[in-house]
């Protein structure tokens, strides 16, 4: 996989994320993957052998947690 570089977070989020409530790029998670909290507006984006696009932790490649991985923080 090759790292996307995404001039434009906010509208690659709004244009790219799957679920119905999008969280804003100062929103904290939990990534479920390395156990560690992230900001959303650091997330980084990888492209497969497929040409699919995927939003990954912002501990990538180290950690392979997608976005379905992130939880609200307590």
Known sequence: MEEVI????????????PFVDIPKLTDKKRC?????IITV???KVYR???NMEFIYCSNA???NGTL?????VD
């Open 61 to 63: 490649p180290e950690c």
């Open 41 to 43: 507006g650091d997330y």
């Open 48 to 50: 497969d052998e497929n």
């Open 6 to 17: 995404i001039k434009n977070k906010e509208k690659y989020l709004q244009e790219n994320y």
């Open 68 to 72: 379905i991985d992130w939880w609200p």
């Open 32 to 36: 479920l993957h390395c156990d560690e």
